[in-house]
Nanobody
């Protein structure tokens, strides 16, 4: 059973920082793209950032220069360092990973349960 477990959410003041973590666990054969998405109340889920296994990254324009995604392949963990937070960053943040379990050896996307980040003004 593969699962993604996020941590690090909470309440932070505008201008502050927060670091999210997401660890993939279970019988994993390979782990490819990992990323973060977010969903604010009344809005659709949107991409925040992704990182592939060789470290190449992609960011939403709204977070470029403020957020940094990184990963530790040895720990099957992805991080999101969020700096200069704004009230509009308030959302539930979801971890996402394209991975292949040991069995069945079929690649598919997995989602974490989400972690709330609230930025107060």
């Amino acid at each position: 059973q593969v699962q993604l477990v996020e941590s690090g959410g909470g309440l932070v003041q505008a201008g502050g920082s927060r670091r999210l973590s997401c660890a993939a666990s279970g019988r994993i054969f390979s782990l490819n793209t990992m990323g973060w998405y977010r969903q604010a109340p009344g809005k659709q889920r949107e991409l925040v950032a992704t990182i592939i296994s060789d470290g190449d990254t992609n960011y939403a324009d709204s977070v470029k220069g403020r957020f940094t995604i990184s990963r530790d392949n040895a720990k099957n963990t992805v991080y999101l360092q969020m700096n200069s937070l704004k009230p509009e960053d308030t959302a539930v943040y979801y971890c996402n990973a394209l991975l292949t379990p040991t069995w069945p050896r079929v690649s598919k996307y997995y989602w974490g349960q989400g972690t709330q980040v609230t930025v107060s003004s």
